[in-house]
């Protein structure tokens, strides 16, 4: 399909008369009160949209859904679930109780099967996560059934995408994605959240958060009401707090918005929109030795020292320091996401969704290198005619920091066709198609830097740049890329009797990229590998996959299921361009075989459900950040096995309290040795998968009353290996949070008033949480494996204490 072609469709889409139908379990309002169920599920209402393509014989006896609506699992961190495979769903309940600024990976740390830590409690920093050993990269993600994986290397970043207050649900498939999902990317699971539908009730909703580390949040909303057929609701947020360690600040500012047109029953359009302005400096990942040498609270050096004038010794000292400078450490990004969800019933059988969606970002990070001043008209690397170090003049060889700025810019129009049809009242097939064509241009600069203060001149890096004699910007690469994908899907639902469910499916995915990558653009001298070099790729990769589940309802509250699929990601953009560059193959893509069996029980105090889980994974695409130099690298993994058990509980022993546990345990194995080119074949049959604890746990309890609201929490996180061959690590730790809440209800003018207390990290734990580097041999290590290259790992730290107060109301 030609782009004009896409452009046409979108617009065609946007146009029509397309309706959005709520969940067969009621959906929690703006103002609280439950929507009305109706027949289909769509992915603009809620993230669980595994139950899209249910028989008529299902959704005709939703007798399950009928005995939950009555109860509160697990305080809204657990809802009932009825697909055959691993599914967690966390409810708008839990949602508003969490502090207000947090973002999805925070929402999501007591889903059993999820690892999931931040740099940041406010959630301005966004986060880290993985999934049964499969990193966040491996893990498709959608906003209101439109796709958010960055279209090159996969990552999410948390901060960018919607206030709370604005999210329905979260849910997340552990092991095999839908059919129909959006994803590309998706080797290790998906995870979706929808925001909430706009309210029948015209009025503003205010609330106003001060917090620790001079914590300041602001967010508005104005809901529209019944605007005859259209109801809609705009929201603004503004964001702002001090890192916890080190110097520098966190500014974000968002824009969300849902509007909703109901044409009549069974028709109805949505639009959404999701913007974000983010304005940080970032933490620094930090190794073992430099907690043992600076304390807990090491960060980026926050001293710069001016070069100009030093030499030798004197230079070198003040160089070594300036490069971890915290003030050339950065975050600058915006983005917007804009999607509509179309649903139309098109005859009694038959009922269609459209989802047209654009994505735009920009943006990068910062971190900092060095330049030679040089009189000469080479275009050398590395070396400009320009005053580097701020000393007034241009002196031959002298050296100065500089502002290297990693930037991507990305156009990612798209669009999903999915009908439903139902043959009789025991089958139901749905198919469709989706189709995408992005642009994505990643570039790295050097900007040039305030010789006497350390900050860049431009802190987005759109001007300022050190030069070369010919005047063009001094540039260490520039990428292109150009991903097109298409995909087409089948899934068939069969309820032969009330007990029985059998569900097929197959989808085909193709996908292209195309680009060049230069590395030193511009360059005409200097050493060999310094010169401009150029590449250029033109790859497609296409995969059919196959899933396939079944479940037994026993009765209204036991059920068993299986489910089996096979999950697919093609080749990041960077590895492939890179890879071509020095002449390697890692043009096989990441396959991966998921198989849940488990059994789910809803009852009136206590519901419970539990899976074991086996996937074979093949081609690993596996990246690390070298903090030294700024860069990432890439290697792969060849096979690997992940086996485990999933487990979660609720348990309502009182009116107005309720229990709720999960716990996951993972086997996240790597089958053979890696082979790390110039540095040898490391032996890591057998090893476990670094960042992977073991052992993880989630223990609450709830109180809810009339008017006041009480939840404590325990969350235990196993060890950390730190490397591949298993040498180094570090230990688990326990953190409690107490989330807290009383609502005074209408008190004049103000409507719905309440004040809300969140504390995280509790007993002020000192941890280290994530592993963000992880070499195949740690230093530590290397002794017993003499020949082998030992690296450092790098880690991410668990912050402090942090209490959140919010108070809110809503106007008229």
Known sequence: MKQTHLSLAIALACCMASGQTLAQTAVQGVNGQSEQATQRVDASSTSNTTTANDTRRVQNLSSVQVTAQSLSLGGGLMSVQTAPKAVSTITREAIEQAAPGSNFTQMIDTIPGVNAATDDPTGLANGHYSMRGYDSSDIGMTVNGAPITDTGSYSVYATEYGDSENMGDITVLQGIPDIDMPDSGASGGHIGWATINPSHQAGVDVTQTFGSRDYRRSFVRLNTGDTGPVRSWLSFSDNSADKWRGRGDMKVTKVDGKSLWTINDGNTVSASLQYSRIHNYGYETVSRQQVQQNGYFTDYNTRWIPTGGLTGNALKSAISNDTYYYGLRTNPFKSYMFSMDGEFTLSDNLHLAVIPYYWYGDGGGGGAGTVTESPSGQNRYGYTNQDINGDGKVVNNAQGVVYSYNAATTYRPGVIFTFNQDFGLDNSLEYGVWYERSRKTQVSSYGKVDGLTGDPLDFWANADFVQY?????????????????????????????????????????????????????????????????????????????????????????????????????????????????????????????????????FGDTISASADIYNSNYNNKQESAYDEATNQTYYSALRRMHMRGFNGEASYKFAPNWTAYASYTYTQAKVVGPIDAGGNGIYPTDGKMMPDTPQNMGNLSLSYKGEHAWATLRARVAGSLYSDYLNTDGVGGFTTFS??????????????????????????????????????????????????????TPYFGLLAPRTYVVTFGASIF
């Open 738 to 791: 107490f989330n807290a809440g009383y609502d005074f209800g209408d008190l004049g003018w103000l409507k719905k008033t309440f004040v809300k207390l969140n504390i995280s990290n509790l007993t002020d734990k000192r941890a280290f949480n994530y592993v963000s580097s992880a070499p195949p041999l740690a230093q530590a290590g290397a002794k017993q494996y003499p020949g082998l290259y030992g690296g």
């Open 469 to 601: 004699p010919s005047g063009n910007p001094m540039l260490y690469y520039r990428e292109y890329t150009n991903t097109e994908i298409r995909k087409g899907f089948a899934t068939d639902n069969w309820t032969p009797n009330d007990q029985w469910t059998f569900t097929a499916g197959l989808s085909y995915l193709w996908a292209n990229r195309s680009g060049f990558v230069y590395d030193y653009p511009g360059s005409t001298s200097g050493s060999l590998s310094k010169q401009q070099s150029t590449t250029t790729i033109d790859n497609s990769w296409h995969q059919f996959l196959p899933a396939a589940g079944v479940k037994f309802q026993l009765d209204e509250k036991n059920q068993f299921f299986l489910g089996s699929g096979k999950t697919f990601r093609v080749p990041s953009n960077t590895v492939a361009l890179l890879n071509a560059l020095a002449g390697q193959d890692m043009k096989a893509p990441e396959t991966s075989w998921n198989t849940d069996l488990g059994y789910r029980y």
